[in-house]
């Protein structure tokens, strides 16, 4: 039951990066929509992930028996790595973009685009190999856990493709929905020590803190509330039944 959840969950993230060159924002209430997967991706930080950072501390605490500054917060400095590594793309981005060579070069958007591209595969390899790896699948947490991520990736490729186009639907979405794959093949096919479930799953956790924060969570006017709030305590509610 856990491995049809689970590849189905893989299935649909494909299906989201194969299918985003159709799927357009400016036909809905961008704001909105946008503050509503804010609210979402934060309500998920806070109902699953840090929890799970929380747990997978404590289970490698007893794996390595050495009460010290390190082992105590060995995992989340997994999750702070994410996180710094994410925003370090970012910034990277973000100064190459401004700086140096005319912003609208092929070279440069080349560049750009192959940097982005390169981590976010690595990225969904491993959110596929979680899919495959987590030992406490439900129906409602796979559900819940989809749409969470779903919504992420979904504001992910809208930004890629708003900014890499043509590179984005001839290359990108094929390379990300193989990244899923891949990392779900990896979770499928091989066993690894529990203690690389938690360091990947804190590593993803500090990087989808940052992108909640950074990208689903408009600043200013260019959010919505009422938006923000419905997607917060919906996904909260809900993850009270898990």
């Known amino acids: 039951m856990t491995g049809s959840l689970s590849f189905l969950a893989a299935v649909g993230f494909m299906a989201i990066h194969l299918f985003s060159k159709y799927l357009s924002l400016d036909h809905l209430p961008l704001r909105r929509f946008l503050s509503f997967a804010g609210g979402v991706g934060v309500a998920y930080v806070f109902m699953h992930l840090l929890p799970a950072v929380s747990r997978g501390q404590q289970h490698v605490a007893e794996q390595i028996g050495i009460d010290s500054g390190f082992s105590r917060y060995f995992v989340y400095h997994i999750a702070l790595l994410g996180f710094a590594l994410f925003y370090a793309m970012e910034h990277f981005a973000i100064k190459t973009w401004s700086e140096g060579d005319d912003p609208d070069s092929p070279r440069v958007q080349s560049r750009l685009f192959w940097f982005h591209i390169a981590f976010f595969v690595t990225y969904n390899m491993m959110i596929g190999y979680l899919v495959a790896s987590d030992p406490y699948q439900s129906g409602l947490r796979m559900l819940l856990y989809f749409i969470a991520l779903g919504l992420h ?90």
């Open 153 to 242: 990736f979904f504001t992910n490729d809208w930004n890629l493709r708003r900014h890499h186009k043509e590179d984005y639907d001839r290359y990108g979405r094929y390379l990300l929905a193989g990244g899923i794959l891949a990392g779900w093949l990896i979770g499928v096919l091989s066993e690894y020590p529990e203690v690389v479930l938690v360091i990947v799953e804190a590593f993803i956790s500090g990087a989808i803190v940052l992108n909640a924060i950074k990208e689903e969570l408009p600043s200013g006017k260019n959010s919505n509330l009422t938006g923000f709030l419905s997607g917060l305590v919906v996904t909260a509610f809900l993850f009270i039944f898990l």
